[in-house]
C-alpha cells in the first residue's frame, strides 16, 4: 500500500487511488465537479487541480505544472499539496471562468443549497465578477428532455457526467454535447429522450442546476429538508436510499451509496414509491366492527379486540402476508402465531412480475423481503386449500388477488387485518389495525441476495395509525408473549433466532447492512400448501 | 542557395506524383535499402542519431518518441501520420503531399517498419481536397507496385496505409484530438497519461508524427545521420520548411537549413517587406506563438534559438507584419479564431477563449478601459498551464506577448487616442 502526504496528513492506500479518494481518505475535500467515483475519468472541469511536491519516493521531485487529481494516481512517496496558495489561485480561476456565462439564476434554482458552484464560491471565490453582465452566452432554459428531466443549458457546466452515465452505466447514450467552445451545450442526440428507467440519476449527479427532476421542480428548498436513511421497497434488490422530508411529507428520495448494493443508483419506479404514502384511501384509524359496521378504535382498543377474538376462536391459524412486511412484523405475527398454538405462514405476493430482472438494479421480484419472510418460516402459496377459523392479513389484499379468497374470508370465525389503507379484504376484517407504511417506520427487511438492511423512519404516521411493529407487539403482549419496546429490540430477538447473527442489533447492520448466512436458496422456490400444518 | 531536398519537386521537371517518373528519379530506394538492410531497432537508432526532432511544432525527438512503443504487448502498433496542418500561418505539409507524396510515403512505410506497425493512418484535414486525391492516387500506385499491402518489396512485411479525412477541425491537429476523431469520434484531446505510444488508436501503441517529420526520415535513410546532422545546428538540425506570410513581397514556403536567420528568410527568401513598408513584428511559429518586436527578429530559426528569443519555432510560420499593422485588431484576428476552435472540453479554455475576444473586441471597438487591459493578462494568464491540451496556452501566449510588447498601442487605444498603426486601417471608434 503507498503512503502518501496530502496537506501534511500521512496516510496510506490501496494500490491505484487517485489523489481525490486518497484525500478523502484522509479526511480531507479536493474541490471537483467532473470527477464521479461510479464513472470514467474525464478530467475537464479542471477544479481539482492540486500540486505534486514529490512525484514519489524514487522520484522525490515535484512537478512544475498544477495536475488534476482525479486523474493522478498515488505512488508510494508521493507529497500532494491541495490548498496552497497557488492551487486556491488556479482553482479560484477555474470558479471563474465556470461562473463568466452561468446566469447565477440561484433565487430561481432548484439545485440552490445543494449545488457545488455556490459551496465551492464559498471556498474559493468570493470574488466579484469582472465579466461584463451583457456578453453573458445565452442558451435554452427549461428544456424537457425526458419525462422526468429538465435541462437548463445556461446553468450547465459541461462536466459531461450526466454523458458519461448514460453511455457507461445504462449505455442508453441520449445526451451529448453539441457544438464547440463557450457554445458547447448539453443536448438530446438525435431523435432521442432521456427515458430510461434510470434517468432520474442524472439529477442527482449534476453537481449544478443544470438536470433537475420534473417532480421536484419548485416543490421545496432543499436546506428545510430531513434526510433518513431507509430502503427502497420496489423489488428484491433493497437499494439504500434517502428520504428527503419536511413537516411530516415526503418530497423525494435519492440513492444511498452502497458498493454491495447499489453503488451509487436506484431506479426511476423507486423513486416514485413514496407518492404512494400520501394515497387518498390511507387508513387513518384502527377499526372493530360492531353490529356488522365499523366503528373507529384506537389502536390499543383494536390491538386487544382482535387478541380477543383470537383467543376466543378455536381452530386453525393462518397467517396471510405479503412479502412487503419488514422482518419485524414478519417475526411478530409468527409469534402471536406460536401463542395461540401455531399456525402457517404464507406470502402470497407472486415472485414473478411483469418487470424483467434488468441485470443490474431491478429485480422480477417486486417486494422487498420474501427472503426475510422465508428465513422466519413464511412459505409461498397462492392460496389455501380448505378454510381456517382465525385469519391474521398482513399488508396484503388476498380479496383482490387472482385466486378466490371470497370463501376462506367469509367462513374464518375471526378475521384480523393489519394495513395502511383500505382495499377489497379489509371490508371482511373483524378488526382493522391501522398502520404506518414503512416511510413511517423502523424496521429491517433482507433482500433477494441475503443482505440484512435498515430503514428508519422519516416521517410519522397519520394519526391514529401506528408502526406495524408497535401494533403487532401490543398485539403479542395483550396474548401474554413478550412485550417488545422498539423495533430494535424486536430485530434482536429475530436475528438470533433465525437469521444466525446472534448478537447483531440495529447498531451491527449500520448504514451498509448485513450479509446473513440467508442465501438465496428459497428464491423463486414455491412451497405447495401442506394441508397437515392445518391440522396441527 | 542550397540544394532542396524536401522541395525537390521544385528542382526537377519530372512529376514526383507519377510512380514511373518518382521512381526516375531514385524514388522508393531508401525505403527498399531500409526494409532490406535494417532491423527495426537499426531504423530508431539511426534517427536517434540524426537528431530529427519534430516538425509539428513541439520539436520532440522523433528516434526517442518511436522507442517508446512498448514491445510484446499482443496489441497492434499503429502510426498515425498527422496532414490536419491547420495552425494559422502553416502551410508546408500540403506542398509535401500535393506534390511530392511518394516521398511522405516512404517515411510512412520506414518508420512502420521502425515501430513494428502494420497499418498506418494519414489523417489529412478536410479542406485538403487535392492533398487527399493526390495521396489516394500515390497509395494505390504504390500498392500495384508492391511497395505496399503483403510481402512489400518481396520482404515478409505487411505494411498498409490508409487516408482519412479530418471536417476542419483546428483541434483534430492536437494528437490525442486527432486519435479521437479518427476512431469516429468528437475530437475532444484526452488526458494524458496514458501517451499515445501506450494507449493510442483504439486502445493500442501509437505513433503521431508530422508529415515534415516523416518526409525527412526517407533522406536520413538515403544519405545518413551524419549528413543531417551537417545542417545547421546539431542539437535539431536538417532541412527546413519555412511557410512565410504576411506582408512581404513573395510569401509562400521556402526550403532552408534549419537555424537558417529570420531576416534571411523575410529579405531575401520572402523578397523583404512590400514596396514602402518597415517591419513591425514577427510571429515566428505559427499564430500561437509569442510575437517579437521587429529588433528582436535577429535571430536563427532553429528551435533552441527561437526559444531563447522568448518565443518558439513551432510549425515555422513566420507571419510578417508591416508598419500599418494595428496590433489590437491583429490579436482580436487570433483570440477570434482559438475562441471559434476551442472545443470546449476543459473548463478555462472554453470559457477563456470567448472572455479574451469579448475583451479583445472592446478595447478594438474604443469602448474598452485599463481595467479591461488588465482583465485581459489576467484571465490568459490563468488559462496557462491548466487544460488537458495546449490550445488555451496557444490561445493566451499571443495575447500576453503582445500586450507585454505592444502595451502603447493597447493603452492608446483603451484612452482614445489614435490607433499607432500607420494608415490603411483606423480603428472603429
Same mark, same amino acid.
Given at each position: 500500500m503507498p503512503s502518501i502526504t496530502i496537506n501534511d496528513v500521512t496516510i496510506e492506500v490501496p494500490d491505484g487511488t487517485n489523489v481525490i479518494q486518497a484525500a478523502e481518505?484522509?479526511?480531507?475535500?479536493?474541490?471537483?465537479? @467532473?470527477?464521479?467515483?461510479?464513472?470514467?475519468?474525464?478530467?475537464?472541469?479542471?477544479?481539482?487541480?492540486?500540486?505534486?511536491?514529490?512525484?514519489?519516493?524514487?522520484?522525490?521531485?515535484?512537478?512544475?505544472k498544477l495536475q488534476i487529481g482525479c486523474n493522478t494516481i498515488v505512488q508510494d512517496g508521493m507529497v500532494i499539496e491541495s490548498e496552497n496558495e497557488k492551487v486556491r489561485d488556479a482553482r479560484r480561476g477555474v470558479l471563474e471562468f465556470l461562473l463568466i456565462n452561468h446566469p447565477i439564476d440561484c433565487p430561481i434554482c432548484d439545485q440552490a443549497g445543494e449545488c457545488k458552484l455556490q459551496e465551492y464560491y464559498i471556498d474559493y471565490g468570493g470574488h466579484d465578477s469582472r465579466f461584463e453582465l451583457k456578453s453573458k452566452t445565452e442558451k435554452h432554459k427549461a428544456v424537457a428532455i425526458g419525462p422526468g428531466v429538465m435541462l437548463d443549458q445556461e446553468r450547465c457546466i459541461l462536466c459531461t457526467r450526466c454523458v458519461r452515465f448514460l453511455e457507461e452505466v445504462t449505455e442508453t447514450h441520449e445526451l451529448t454535447i453539441h457544438e464547440r467552445g463557450d457554445h458547447s451545450e448539453l443536448s438530446l442526440a438525435h431523435g432521442k429522450s432521456v427515458d430510461n428507467p434510470y434517468a432520474a440519476n442524472i439529477v442527482d449527479i449534476c453537481p449544478v442546476g443544470a438536470?433537475?427532476?420534473?417532480?421536484?421542480?419548485?416543490?421545496?428548498?432543499?436546506?428545510?429538508?430531513?434526510?433518513?436513511?431507509? =430502503?427502497?421497497?420496489?423489488?428484491?434488490?433493497?437499494?439504500?436510499?434517502?428520504?428527503?422530508?419536511?413537516?411530516?411529507?415526503?418530497?423525494?428520495?435519492?440513492?444511498?451509496?452502497?458498493?454491495?448494493?447499489?453503488?451509487?443508483?436506484? @431506479?426511476?419506479?423507486?423513486?416514485?414509491?413514496?407518492?404512494?404514502? %400520501?394515497?387518498?384511501?390511507?387508513?387513518?384509524?384502527?377499526?372493530?366492527?360492531?353490529?356488522?359496521?365499523?366503528?373507529?378504535?384506537?389502536?390499543?382498543?383494536?390491538?386487544?379486540?382482535?387478541?380477543?377474538?383470537?383467543?376466543?376462536?378455536?381452530?386453525?391459524?393462518?397467517?396471510?402476508?405479503?412479502?412487503?412486511?419488514?422482518?419485524?412484523?414478519?417475526?411478530?405475527?409468527?409469534?402471536?402465531?406460536?401463542?395461540?398454538?401455531?399456525?402457517?405462514?404464507?406470502?402470497?405476493?407472486?415472485?414473478?412480475?411483469?418487470?424483467?430482472?434488468?441485470?443490474?438494479?431491478?429485480?422480477?421480484?417486486?417486494?422487498?423481503?420474501?427472503?426475510?419472510?422465508?428465513?422466519?418460516?413464511?412459505?409461498?402459496?397462492?392460496?389455501?386449500?380448505?378454510?381456517?377459523?382465525?385469519?391474521?392479513?398482513?399488508?396484503?389484499? &388476498?380479496?383482490?388477488?387472482?385466486?378466490?379468497?371470497?370463501? /376462506?374470508?367469509e367462513s374464518a370465525g375471526a378475521t384480523i387485518v393489519i394495513s395502511d389503507n383500505f382495499d377489497e379484504t379489509t371490508a371482511y376484517a373483524d378488526h382493522v389495525i391501522a398502520v404506518g407504511s414503512h416511510f413511517e417506520s423502523d424496521g429491517t427487511f433482507m433482500n433477494g441476495k441475503g443482505r440484512v438492511q435498515r430503514f428508519a423512519k422519516a416521517v410519522d404516521a397519520p394519526t391514529g395509525a401506528v408502526e406495524g411493529w408497535r401494533a403487532l407487539g401490543y398485539v403479542l403482549g395483550a396474548l401474554g408473549g413478550t412485550r417488545y419496546e422498539s423495533a430494535e429490540e424486536v430485530f434482536t430477538a429475530l436475528a438470533a433466532r433465525h437469521l444466525g447473527l446472534s448478537g447483531i442489533g440495529y447498531d451491527a447492520l449500520g448504514n451498509d447492512g448485513v450479509q446473513s448466512g440467508v442465501s438465496a436458496q428459497w428464491a423463486g422456490a414455491s412451497v405447495p400448501l401442506d394441508a397437515a400444518a392445518l391440522d396441527r | 542557395m542550397n540544394e532542396k531536398v524536401l522541395l525537390h519537386f521544385q528542382d526537377t521537371s519530372a512529376d514526383l506524383t507519377d510512380i514511373e517518373q518518382y521512381l526516375g528519379e531514385g524514388g522508393y530506394e531508401a525505403t527498399r535499402k531500409a526494409l532490406t538492410e535494417y532491423e527495426p531497432d537499426g531504423l530508431v537508432n539511426l534517427v536517434k542519431e540524426s537528431n530529427l526532432r519534430g516538425r509539428g511544432g513541439a520539436g520532440f525527438p522523433t528516434g526517442l518518441k518511436w522507442s517508446f512503443v512498448p514491445k510484446d504487448t499482443g496489441k &497492434?502498433? /499503429?502510426?498515425?501520420?498527422?496532414?490536419?496542418?491547420?495552425?494559422?500561418?502553416?502551410?508546408?505539409?500540403?506542398?509535401?503531399?500535393?506534390?511530392?507524396?511518394?516521398?511522405?510515403?516512404?517515411?510512412?512505410?520506414?518508420?512502420?517498419?521502425?515501430?513494428?506497425?502494420?497499418?498506418?493512418?494519414?489523417?489529412?484535414?478536410?479542406?485538403?481536397?487535392? %492533398?487527399?486525391?493526390?495521396?489516394?492516387?500515390?497509395?494505390?500506385?504504390?500498392?500495384?507496385?508492391?511497395?505496399?499491402?503483403?510481402?512489400?518489396?518481396?520482404t515478409q512485411l505487411s505494411i498498409d496505409i490508409h487516408v482519412h479525412r479530418g471536417a476542419g477541425a483546428y483541434i483534430c491537429g492536437e494528437e490525442t484530438g486527432l486519435i479521437e476523431s479518427l476512431e469516429g469520434k468528437r475530437a475532444y484531446p484526452r488526458i494524458k497519461p496514458p501517451f499515445p505510444a501506450v494507449y493510442g488508436v483504439f486502445g493500442c501503441p501509437t505513433i503521431v508524427n508530422n508529415v515534415e517529420t516523416l518526409a525527412c526520415v526517407k533522406h536520413i535513410i538515403e544519405r545518413g545521420s551524419d549528413w543531417f546532422k551537417s545542417i545547421g545546428p546539431e542539437g535539431g538540425p536538417g532541412p527546413k520548411l519555412y511557410c512565410v506570410s504576411g506582408h512581404v513581397r513573395k510569401p509562400g514556403v521556402y526550403e532552408a537549413p534549419m537555424g537558417t536567420p529570420l531576416r534571411d528568410l523575410i529579405d531575401r527568401y520572402a523578397g523583404g517587406m512590400l514596396p514602402g513598408r518597415t517591419l513591425k513584428a514577427v510571429i515566428p511559429g505559427g499564430s500561437s506563438v509569442p510575437i517579437l518586436r521587429a529588433e528582436e527578429t535577429a535571430i536563427n530559426m532553429d528551435f533552441d534559438s527561437v526559444a531563447k528569443a522568448g518565443s518558439m519555432l513551432g510549425s515555422a510560420g513566420i507571419i510578417v507584419m508591416d508598419n500599418t499593422t494595428c496590433m489590437v485588431r491583429a490579436l482580436r484576428t487570433i483570440t477570434h479564431f482559438y475562441h471559434h476552435e476551442s472545443c470546449g472540453q476543459c473548463t478555462p479554455c472554453r470559457e477563456g477563449t470567448g472572455?479574451?475576444?469579448?475583451?479583445?473586441?472592446?478595447?478594438?471597438?474604443?469602448?474598452?478601459?485599463?481595467?479591461?487591459?488588465? =482583465?485581459?493578462?489576467?484571465?490568459?494568464?490563468?488559462?496557462?498551464?491548466?487544460?488537458?491540451?495546449?490550445?488555451?496556452?496557444?490561445?493566451?501566449?499571443?495575447?500576453?506577448?503582445?500586450?507585454?510588447?505592444?502595451?502603447?498601442?493597447?493603452?492608446?487605444? =483603451?484612452?482614445?487616442?489614435?490607433?499607432?498603426?500607420?494608415?490603411?486601417?483606423?480603428r472603429v471608434a
Open positions: 481518505m484522509s479526511g480531507q475535500e479536493i474541490a471537483h465537479y @467532473c470527477y464521479h467515483p461510479g464513472l470514467s475519468v474525464a478530467g475537464n472541469c479542471r477544479m481539482c487541480l492540486v500540486e505534486i511536491k514529490a512525484l514519489s519516493s524514487k522520484q522525490p521531485n515535484g512537478l512544475p438536470l433537475t427532476s420534473r417532480e421536484f421542480r419548485f416543490e421545496a428548498r432543499v436546506w428545510y429538508l430531513q434526510s433518513t436513511p431507509s =430502503v427502497c421497497t420496489g423489488c428484491s434488490t433493497g437499494c439504500n436510499i434517502e428520504v428527503h422530508s419536511r413537516a411530516g411529507s415526503i418530497y423525494r428520495v435519492k440513492p444511498r451509496s452502497n458498493f454491495e448494493v447499489n453503488d451509487y443508483w436506484m @431506479c426511476d419506479y423507486g423513486r416514485a414509491i413514496f407518492s404512494d404514502n %400520501g394515497r387518498a384511501d390511507r387508513l387513518l384509524s384502527s377499526l372493530s366492527r360492531e353490529s356488522g359496521g365499523f366503528v373507529n378504535a384506537r389502536f390499543e382498543d383494536a390491538a386487544l379486540r382482535s387478541a380477543r377474538a383470537l383467543q376466543s376462536e378455536p381452530g386453525p391459524i393462518a397467517v396471510v402476508a405479503s412479502a412487503d412486511l419488514s422482518l419485524e412484523e414478519g417475526f411478530l405475527l409468527g409469534e402471536i402465531a406460536e401463542q395461540l398454538g401455531g399456525g402457517l405462514k404464507i406470502i402470497t405476493s407472486p415472485a414473478s412480475s411483469e418487470f424483467c430482472d434488468d441485470g443490474f438494479l431491478i429485480s422480477e421480484d417486486r417486494h422487498p423481503n420474501r427472503q426475510g419472510l422465508l428465513a422466519l418460516g413464511y412459505v409461498e402459496a397462492r392460496r389455501l386449500h380448505k378454510s381456517v377459523n382465525r385469519l391474521l392479513v398482513a399488508r396484503d389484499n &388476498p380479496a383482490a388477488g387472482e385466486e378466490s379468497w371470497d370463501a /376462506y374470508l | &497492434p502498433v /499503429y502510426l498515425l501520420c498527422n496532414a490536419d496542418e491547420s495552425e494559422p500561418g502553416t502551410f508546408k505539409d500540403r506542398e509535401i503531399i500535393e506534390h511530392d507524396p511518394h516521398q511522405l510515403l516512404e517515411g510512412i512505410i520506414i518508420a512502420a517498419y521502425a515501430i513494428r506497425c502494420e497499418i498506418a493512418y494519414i489523417y489529412i484535414r478536410g479542406e485538403m481536397a487535392l %492533398g487527399y486525391k493526390v495521396l489516394v492516387k500515390a497509395i494505390a500506385d504504390a500498392r500495384n507496385k508492391g511497395f505496399l499491402g503483403k510481402n512489400v518489396f518481396g472572455w479574451l475576444e469579448k475583451l479583445l473586441i472592446r478595447i478594438d471597438s474604443g469602448v474598452g478601459t485599463d481595467e479591461d487591459l488588465k =482583465v485581459l493578462d489576467s484571465v490568459a494568464q490563468g488559462m496557462m498551464g491548466t487544460t488537458i491540451c495546449v490550445l488555451a496556452d496557444a490561445a493566451a501566449m499571443p495575447v500576453r506577448s503582445f500586450l507585454a510588447k505592444f502595451a502603447d498601442e493597447f493603452e492608446a487605444h =483603451v484612452r482614445g487616442e489614435d490607433c499607432r498603426a500607420d494608415a490603411v486601417h483606423r
